[in-house]
T-cell receptor, first 116, second 111 residues
Framework: DAGVIQSPRHEVTEMGQEVTLRCKPISGHNSLFWYRQTMMRGLELLIY????????DSGMPEDRFSAKMPNASFSTLKIQPSEPRDSAVYFC??????????????FGEGSRLTVL | DAKTTQPNSMESNEEEPVHLPCNHSTISGTDYIHWYRQLPSQGPEYVIHGLTSNVNNRMASLAIAEDRKSSTLILHRATLRDAAVYYCILRRTGTASKLTFGTGTRLQVTL
């Protein structure tokens, strides 16, 4: 199994530009999570999907952030316009949710974003 | 969600056992205790979880206090590759609950 695949691994952009991060979950998993990690705030849950439907987006910082999951094998996290404070490592994780209970989360290697 | 408290950092010598404590005094009856770890420059990875009884797997053991208000992750023989941040997390069953990470314990392993 290839695991959770994220792209790009590294992105450097200028303030004001649009950033799109991509995630391919493990085949067969029905829940997908986006996390952000910074030194100051640690690991923060941004949003999670179950069966391609957003369940909780209360962690999304503001309207500049949006996430989609058009099908079971692909999700995007978009930041428009990007700001320097968005610089962080963004992790995607997936799992199989059954009967409302969430199993072990499998994380990708992360996308390191630097906004200048 | 019930909170957990962990020491910020711990040190261990290689080849020795490591006991990583976690306090969760407000745990509810339906909360599972999960442990994840994050190696440098990697995403978190699952280690072990349990509800009431002690648990063992190939990576570690989890010892849960009888009143469930604390637990201990045991690495039987620490290696340099075990140097990581270890997170103790409570997960409520029966709901599509979030996995909320705290600050964890940074484990240093020395020769």
């Amino acid at each position: 199994d290839a695991g959770v695949i994220q792209s790009p691994r590294h992105e450097v952009t200028e303030m004001g530009q649009e950033v799109t991060l991509r995630c391919k979950p493990i085949s067969g998993h029905n829940s997908l999570f986006w996390y952000r990690q910074t030194m100051m705030r640690g690991l923060e849950l941004l949003i999670y999907f179950n069966n391609n439907v957003p369940i909780d987006d209360s962690g999304m910082p503001e309207d500049r952030f949006s996430a989609k999951m058009p099908n079971a094998s692909f999700s995007t996290l978009k930041i428009q316009p990007s700001e320097p404070r968005d610089s962080a490592v963004y992790f995607c994780a997936s799992t199989l949710t059954s009967g409302g209970a969430i199993g072990e989360l499998f994380f990708g290697e992360g996308s390191r974003l630097t906004v200048l | 969600d019930a909170k957990t408290t962990q020491p910020n950092s711990m040190e261990s010598n290689e080849e020795e056992p490591v006991h990583l404590p976690c306090n969760h005094s407000t745990i509810s009856g339906t909360d599972y205790i999960h442990w994840y770890r994050q190696l440098p420059s990697q995403g978190p990875e699952y280690v072990i979880h349990g509800l009431t009884s002690n648990v063992n797997n190939r990576m570690a053991s989890l010892a849960i206090a009888e009143d469930r208000k604390s637990s201990t992750l045991i690495l039987h023989r620490a290696t340099l590759r075990d140097a990581a941040v270890y997170y103790c997390i409570l997960r409520r069953t029966g709901t599509a609950s979030k996995l909320t990470f705290g600050t964890g314990t940074r484990l240093q392993v020395t020769l």
